[in-house]
Protein backbone atom coordinates (compact mmCIF):
# COMPACT_ATOMS: atom_id res chain seq x y z
CA UNK A 1 0.00 0.00 0.00
CA UNK A 2 1.48 3.42 -1.30
CA UNK A 3 1.20 5.91 1.25
CA UNK A 4 2.07 9.65 0.96
CA UNK A 5 3.61 11.90 4.04
CA UNK A 6 3.96 15.90 3.22
CA UNK A 7 7.16 16.38 6.07
CA UNK A 8 8.61 19.58 6.09
CA UNK A 9 12.50 21.12 4.36
CA UNK A 10 14.10 20.69 8.12
CA UNK A 11 12.96 17.08 8.77
CA UNK A 12 12.90 15.57 5.03
CA UNK A 13 17.01 16.81 5.59
CA UNK A 14 17.13 15.08 8.52
CA UNK A 15 15.66 11.66 7.15
CA UNK A 16 18.42 11.79 4.43
CA UNK A 17 21.39 12.78 7.16
CA UNK A 18 20.48 9.72 9.24
CA UNK A 19 19.59 7.45 6.50
CA UNK A 20 22.91 8.42 4.77
CA UNK A 21 25.07 7.59 8.42
CA UNK A 22 23.34 4.29 8.52
CA UNK A 23 23.59 3.40 5.04
CA UNK A 24 19.62 2.96 4.44
CA UNK A 25 17.29 4.64 2.36
CA UNK A 26 15.41 7.74 3.73
CA UNK A 27 12.06 5.14 3.22
CA UNK A 28 13.27 2.27 5.45
CA UNK A 29 14.32 5.14 8.33
CA UNK A 30 11.06 6.45 7.79
CA UNK A 31 9.19 3.03 8.01
CA UNK A 32 11.64 1.75 11.03
CA UNK A 33 10.30 5.31 13.05
CA UNK A 34 6.54 4.45 12.18
CA UNK A 35 6.88 0.90 12.99
CA UNK A 36 8.44 1.58 16.61
CA UNK A 37 6.43 4.53 17.16
CA UNK A 38 2.84 2.23 16.27
CA UNK A 39 4.85 -0.55 18.56
CA UNK A 40 5.58 1.65 21.53
CA UNK A 41 1.73 2.62 21.39
CA UNK A 42 0.24 -0.59 20.77
CA UNK A 43 2.44 -1.63 24.30
CA UNK A 44 1.24 1.57 26.22
CA UNK A 45 -2.21 0.92 25.16
CA UNK A 46 -2.47 -2.85 26.31
CA UNK A 47 -0.68 -2.05 29.59
CA UNK A 48 -3.27 0.59 30.39
CA UNK A 49 -6.22 -2.01 29.59
CA UNK A 50 -4.37 -4.31 31.43
CA UNK A 51 -4.38 -1.87 34.58
CA UNK A 52 -8.07 -1.04 34.17
CA UNK A 53 -8.83 -4.60 33.96
CA UNK A 54 -6.57 -4.87 37.53
CA UNK A 55 -8.36 -1.90 38.93
CA UNK A 56 -11.93 -3.40 38.23
CA UNK A 57 -10.78 -7.05 39.78
CA UNK A 58 -9.51 -4.53 42.79
CA UNK A 59 -12.60 -2.90 43.27
CA UNK A 60 -14.88 -5.93 42.82
CA UNK A 61 -13.02 -8.68 45.10
CA UNK A 62 -10.73 -6.52 47.08
CA UNK A 63 -7.84 -8.41 46.60
CA UNK A 64 -4.37 -7.19 46.38
CA UNK A 65 -0.73 -7.43 47.37
CA UNK A 66 1.09 -4.78 48.76
CA UNK A 67 4.60 -3.04 47.43
CA UNK A 68 6.81 -4.61 50.11
CA UNK A 69 5.44 -7.97 49.16
CA UNK A 70 5.85 -7.63 45.56
CA UNK A 71 9.32 -5.81 46.03
CA UNK A 72 10.48 -8.89 48.59
CA UNK A 73 9.43 -11.66 46.22
CA UNK A 74 10.97 -9.15 43.07
CA UNK A 75 14.22 -9.30 44.77
CA UNK A 76 14.84 -13.23 44.93
CA UNK A 77 14.79 -12.92 41.10
CA UNK A 78 17.76 -14.23 39.38
CA UNK A 79 18.48 -15.58 43.10
CA UNK A 80 19.27 -19.90 44.12
CA UNK A 81 16.05 -19.21 46.58
CA UNK A 82 13.95 -17.74 43.92
CA UNK A 83 10.32 -17.73 45.52
CA UNK A 84 6.65 -17.72 43.38
CA UNK A 85 4.24 -15.91 42.91
CA UNK A 86 2.92 -14.96 45.85
CA UNK A 87 -0.89 -15.03 46.56
CA UNK A 88 -3.17 -12.14 46.60
CA UNK A 89 -5.10 -11.59 49.70
CA UNK A 90 -7.87 -9.00 51.22
Known amino acids: MATSLKIDDRL????Q????QRRRSPHWIMLEAIQQYVER???RESFKQEA???WAAYTQTGRHLTGEEVSAWLNTW???DEK???ECHD
Request: glycine share 10%.
Open 12 to 15: KGRV
Open 41 to 43: EEA
Open 84 to 86: PVP
Open 78 to 80: GSD
Open 52 to 54: MIS
Open 17 to 20: QLAS
